[in-house]
């Protein structure tokens, strides 16, 4: 443990000096190739800093950061589009927006972002309450107790409710550094009645609000003249679910150390396969539109026999949820002592 907080400070003073090059550096050059040709080696170095961790937490946390959002947003910073763009007003806004999955909120007034406020913090509470009832079945021996099937659907939660609250964890802090409203990067996602509502405005926001302009509108233009603009549209969307599978086998890697096997991509690209076909569908309207109860549990279902069937099983093959779940509850051994000192 002592090692991987070693690291930790090493990756993320790494990760402020490499952002203050971009700063004070890149952005005196000029858009397009010059500039891009300058950000180069910080691509390389947030690629590499997710192999000093062990942990799975770290090198994820890291991984999805640095080596994809950060890239990500570096490579539009190169031709001036935002979130970067225009340049922020010191090296602390530029630093957090450009390592951060955080973007402001300014389209609340006071008294909406109160209400809303009090709601979801509501929500937070309950979900709390849940994760930690999860925490309890995983220290009563689950793995004797629960089909695998009933344990992917409890780890899938897991999953989503301890990605959220890590980054509603971050997006009160960079609400505190920087003075402004964060806005969430979950939008209740056990709600959505299709996959295009669940994967685009519902499902950790700031993948899509940096794959659109990354990667969908540069390929929707590029196909358009070639296969016109309502199949470019269709080339794009798959485009990004690719980019999106190409970087989970990414952060994959890094946590197995092994080759990949593809799974994970072809989850990805099922995903954007059925999701261009229910967006033709809508546009055609052969069917009218079924329940919204009806339509919110097979996108739930879709989504459970799927991750059950390319999603997961590197990371069962590979025991990547018992390592998950001895950190989640090594962390609950340490704040018990601690707090027993007390």
């Known amino acids: 443990m002592e090692e991987e907080l070693r690291n930790l400070i090493k990756v993320w003073i790494s990760a402020l000096i490499s952002t203050s090059y971009c700063y004070y550096i890149s952005s005196k050059i000029s858009k397009g190739f010059l500039r891009l040709l300058s950000l180069l080696p910080i691509f390389i170095i947030f690629l590499l800093l997710p192999v000093l961790f062990s942990s799975v937490h770290f090198c994820v946390i890291s991984a999805f950061f640095l080596t994809w959002l950060a890239n990500f947003k570096l490579l539009l910073f190169a031709f001036d589009q935002e979130p970067l763009s225009p340049l922020p007003s010191n090296l602390t806004r530029f630093f957090c927006f450009a390592c951060f999955p955080i973007k402001t909120n300014k389209s609340h007034s006071c008294s909406n972002r ?19 009832l999860l925490l309890r079945v995983y220290s009563n021996n689950y793995d004797s107790d629960l089909s695998q099937f009933a344990f992917l659907a409890l780890f899938t939660i897991h999953v989503y409710l301890e990605t959220e609250l890590i980054l509603v964890f971050v997006g009160a802090l960079m609400s505190m550094l920087l003075g402004c409203e964060i806005e969430p990067v979950f939008n209740e996602p056990y709600l ?18 940096v794959l659109r302009p990354a990667v969908h509108i540069p390929v929707q233009r590029f196909s358009a003249p070639l296969l016109g603009l309502h199949r470019a549209f269709y080339a794009g969307m798959l485009a990004t679910f690719l980019a999106s599978g190409l970087m989970h086998e990414l952060i994959y890697f890094y946590t197995i150390r092994k080759s990949p096997t593809w799974e994970v991509t072809c989850f990805f690209l099922l995903h954007g396969v059925v999701t261009c076909a229910e967006i033709a569908m809508k546009r055609m309207r052969w069917l009218p539109p079924p329940h919204q109860a009806v339509s919110g549990l097979a996108v739930a279902a879709f989504l459970l026999v799927t991750a059950s069937w390319l999603f997961y099983p590197q990371v069962l093959r590979n025991d990547v949820h018992k390592r998950v779940i001895s950190e989640c509850l090594l962390v609950i051994d340490v704040v018990k002592r601690k707090l027993s000192v007390f």
């Open 114 to 132: 109160i209400y809303k406020k009090s709601i979801s913090n509501w929500f937070l509470a309950i979900k709390i309450l849940f994760f930690s």
């Open 192 to 209: 959505a009645t299709s996959l295009q509502d669940f994967w685009s405005r519902r499902w950790n926001l700031m993948v899509p609000a």
